[in-house]
């Protein structure tokens, strides 16, 4: 009777026994006592199988039929029991690889600050914070794995140790009885962002515009100095290509030479002109150099420029003073002596000729001597005024000093031509001068050299002309003399 009562009564026990088992596998949860409950389960099931082969005399042919169909049940639920139950821990395993392979340090840890565990991740992390799983963290990071604790909120934040910088996430969990803490190394993308500031900062302080394009030349960024080299904001510039303030002094030659540079040696430097917003035109000199991207193509370029007028200005001052005379603005013995030089060249190929006309003033020096410097000053500007005015705009004037003067003659075809024009310079300069209240009277004495006829190049030419100005002064002045006529 025992028996049947054991056997008889295996139904309702195996289903009590394996309900509590399977619900926790279908919700994914653990059930404390599981394994003990999955203990009585397997014991009722055998139970069960025992029924199935095996009816005691006596037995309720119904009821054995009943048991032996539940007996088939149960040995179904108790395999898939089995097999759920293996695919949860499997499950669990996969989960629990999570902080152990995980790269970044992952620590849990009691709201006191004792650390229960630490992926293998975390060893550098925890040298940095002094202290080994099984002890308790740092202060700084106790305080906030408590307030995270107090709040039961998970909580964000930065944590510098040493030249190192980590971005922490704490989790509270059992209603803030322990946090888990992961912890990320952002150090590397704090100097970037601190280089980036301190370049954008250096970027806006700086004196030289500079001007950011993306590869396809489309400007991405210009600083204030750009602005107040320019005329142009930032917010003028943005999105247009940077071509856009070309002064058209430059061709399409300059330009492909330029780039070309650029991409074979990632840098050009040079001069440019460019308009400015209202419409002047200036000169800058200016660097521009390739921005590679990580896989080493050209991403960005990047212009740094200064604006050159004032150099230029003062280069031209220079030049200016180094070939003209200060008194009287005229060109120099230096530029002289090159103009006749190039002058010479055109006549070979065009088949003309060149004369040189050296001239002197006569009594310039009692006027010098008698009325002070000054009115020989006035007197050596006048001169030079009546000698541009008398003579053709292709002509050049000259001082070399003193009251010498000296005048090219450029694309003439005869020596007569040369002689009208000595004839017109001694017209316009022996006419009176009047300067404070006195009108004062000079005469000039002229000597003229051919080119081809008197000598085959420039330093010659002057020369003969310098000595046919002797001779012009040894008749007694005020009067011109050929070279070839002295010659003969």
């Excluded at 030249?163 to 989790?171: G, Q, R």
């Excluded at 020989?376 to 541009?388: F, I, N, S, T, Y």
Aim: hydrophobic content about 40%.
């Amino acid at each position: 009777m025992l028996a049947i009562f054991l056997l008889d009564i295996n139904l309702p026990l195996g289903v009590a026994a394996g309900v509590p088992y399977l619900a926790p596998i279908l919700i994914s949860s653990w059930v404390p006592g599981r394994r003990f409950v999955f203990i009585i389960a397997s014991i009722c099931s055998i139970l069960t199988i025992l029924g199935y082969f095996y009816s005691p005399p006596g037995g309720i042919p119904w009821v054995v039929l009943v048991n032996r169909f539940l007996a088939l049940f149960v040995i179904w639920l108790t395999t898939a029991l089995i097999l759920s139950s293996k695919k949860w821990e499997n499950e669990a395993e996969k989960l629990s690889l999570f902080p152990r392979e995980n790269p970044n340090p992952v620590l849990h840890a009691r709201k006191d600050g004792y650390i229960l565990y630490a992926n293998p991740a975390s060893g550098p992390f925890l040298d940095l914070l002094g202290c080994r799983m099984g002890e308790f963290l740092s202060d700084k990071c106790l305080d906030i794995i408590r307030q995270c604790s107090a709040l039961n909120s998970s909580t964000a934040f930065e944590y510098e140790i040493g030249i190192k910088v980590f971005s922490i996430l704490a989790n509270p969990v059992n209603d803030g009885e322990s946090v888990f803490v992961y912890a990320v190394d952002i150090t590397e993308d704090k100097l970037a962002r601190r280089k980036a500031r301190i370049a954008a900062g250096v970027f806006e302080s700086m004196k030289e515009g500079v001007m950011v394009t993306d590869r396809d030349g489309i400007i991405q960024y210009t600083n204030p100095a750009f602005t107040r080299i320019t005329g142009y904001e930032m917010d003028e510039t943005l999105g247009k290509r940077s071509g856009f303030m070309k002064s058209g002094r430059h061709d399409s030659a300059f330009y492909k030479q330029m780039w070309d540079t650029i991409l074979e040696h990632g840098e050009w430097s040079g001069e440019l002109w460019n308009r400015r917003k209202n419409g002047e035109i200036f000169p800058e000199r200016i660097t521009i150099t390739a921005i590679k991207d990580f896989g080493g193509a050209n991403s960005h370029y990047a212009a740094v420029f200064y604006d050159i007028t004032d150099i230029k200005r003062k280069e031209e001052e220079i030049k200016y003073q180094a070939y003209h005379d200060p008194l009287t603005g005229l060109p120099n013995r230096l530029l002289f002596l090159d103009r006749v030089k190039k002058a010479i060249d055109r006549a070979n190929r065009n088949k003309s000729m060149v004369a040189i006309m050296f001239l002197d003033m006569d009594y310039f020096k009692e006027i010098n001597d008698n009325y002070g410097h000054d009115t020989g000053d006035m007197l050596l500007k006048a001169v030079g005024m009546r000698l541009v005015g008398a003579l053709r705009e292709v002509d050049t004037v000259s001082r070399f000093g003193g009251d010498e003067f000296t005048i090219l003659l450029e694309d003439i075809n005869n020596p007569s031509e040369a002689m009208k024009a000595a004839a017109k310079v001694m017209h316009a300069l022996s006419e009176t001068y009047f300067h404070e209240k006195r009108y004062l009277r000079v005469t000039p004495s002229v000597g003229v050299s051919i080119y081809p006829l008197d000598a085959q190049n420039e330093k010659t030419l002057l020369q003969n002309a310098d000595r046919a100005l002797y001779q012009a002064k040894q008749s007694g002045g005020e009067r011109y003399r050929l070279y070839s006529y002295i010659a003969e």
